[in-house]
């Protein structure tokens, strides 16, 4: 538990944030895969960096204090972070995941961990009820996103791990797109929170890295075993520049945000612009629930072009904005989730779930907003008639 009032200050002070053996005001790049042994059995708190590596362990006691958790670790990916929290299962034991949830998500457990006899099912995490006729016995876990991904659905985290409580399950969240800044899930009773840091915490788009943190010392021993036994760590160069990037983590996303509410707002009032989803504007479904467990609606908008339109061209045409995957990062991206993000789900839950053609996905950065709103009005002119 942070010992500072404010998450602004643990941003930049928080875990082990200098170096007590030279003083250094940064945590050095251990930039070594093994250490000097005194005795045998006797070593000075590390021994092999799959285990434990200084830069990495600073990163691990940071990310654990921001969410409020008991133990931080730092995976490769995203994916490897994801990876590891379902390394807890066993054959038999079936997962639970929102209705559009993160696609790689859906891919490892629909490719490998399907192989492995781990099943899923798909429910709607944002319908309670729903939600409740999914879990019978051989349910363990519900995976969490909210917002999610990339209609911005938003889910109760409190209540839905209320009911999975109730029934013994564990209650997972994918805080990817909020960040400890904004929402932090373990407050909200979940028991484990993870990361794709190659977004939001790097910020930058130059890394590629996932977090996991867990409430309780139990759970925590277990995903210690699960990291050191199937080795998904970072190596230390990117534990550093992931601590570098946490440190500015509360300014960028106030730009970020602030950015995505003027624009959302813009194209709401954009006669060519069918449907907004962002959770930060006060129509938005999700709006109430979002706003109870989260300091805003983020930084994520999905948008849909009026019929007359070509949204395929809309990729072509920004000129300031770049369509690439990923999000997060200090420059503005879009992308197209039916082919890019979301291509891994098939087409029948894709349409079912509403990720239509027609559907932009658009991170927004923290270039000036007014620049921003021009680039994606011209796109939209550009996006002609088919
Ligand atoms: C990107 C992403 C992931 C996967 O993370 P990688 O770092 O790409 O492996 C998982 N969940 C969400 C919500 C993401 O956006």
């Known amino acids: 538990m942070s010992i500072y009032k404010s998450i602004d200050t643990s941003l930049i002070h928080g875990g082990i944030s200098m170096d007590e053996r030279t003083g250094a005001v940064n945590i050095p790049i251990y930039q070594t ?72 998500t859906f891919r490892v457990l629909d490719k490998v961990f399907s192989g492995f006899g781990i099943s899923y099912s798909i429910t709607d995490t944002s319908d309670e009820e729903a939600f409740k006729k999914e879990i019978t016995g051989d349910a363990k876990a519900v995976i969490i996103e909210s917002p999610a991904n990339p209609l911005l659905t938003v889910t109760d985290i409190e209540r839905i791990a209320r009911i999975a409580h109730e029934k013994g399950l564990l209650v997972i969240v994918d805080n990817t797109f909020m960040t400890p800044y904004l929402q932090r899930p373990l407050a909200l009773g979940a028991d484990a929170v993870l990361h794709s840091a190659t977004k939001y915490l790097g910020g930058h788009s130059d890394l590629v890295a996932g977090l996991v943190v867990v409430k309780d010392d139990e759970l925590a021993d277990r995903i210690a075993f699960i990291q050191n036994a199937t080795g998904g760590v970072p190596g230390p160069f990117d534990c550093f520049l992931l601590i570098r990037g946490i440190k500015t983590l509360g300014v960028r996303m106030d730009r970020h945000t602030a950015n995505a509410l003027k624009i959302a707002r813009f194209l709401k009032e954009h006669k060519d612009v069918k449907r907004v989803y962002y959770p930060g504007l006060e129509d938005d479904a999700g709006y109430e629930i979002n706003k109870k467990q989260a300091e805003n609606g983020g930084a994520m908008i999905s948008f849909e072009l009026s019929e007359e339109k070509d949204s395929r061209k809309f990729f072509e045409s920004v000129r300031l904005i770049m369509t690439a995957e990923s999000l997060g990062g200090v420059e503005s991206l879009v992308c197209h989730p039916a082919t890019m993000t979301h291509a891994s789900i098939p087409e029948d839950i894709r349409k079912k779930v509403g990720i239509t053609d027609g559907l932009i996905r658009l991170s927004v950065g923290i270039e000036d907003a007014d620049d921003l709103i021009k680039d994606i009005n011209n796109a939209i002119i550009e996006s002609g008639v088919k």
Do not use: C
């Not at 093994?34 to 830069?55: A, C, L």
């Open 33 to 104: 895969s093994t250490f000097k042994q005194d005795g045998i059995g006797r070593n000075r708190g590390y021994e092999y960096s799959r285990t434990q590596n200084p830069t990495r362990e600073a990163l691990e006691s940071l990310i654990a204090e921001l969410e409020e958790g008991r133990r931080g670790f730092a995976f490769g990916s995203g994916m490897a972070a994801i990876t590891a929290v379902l390394s807890l299962f066993k054959s038999g034991d079936r997962v639970l995941i929102s209705s559009n949830v993160y696609g790689g």
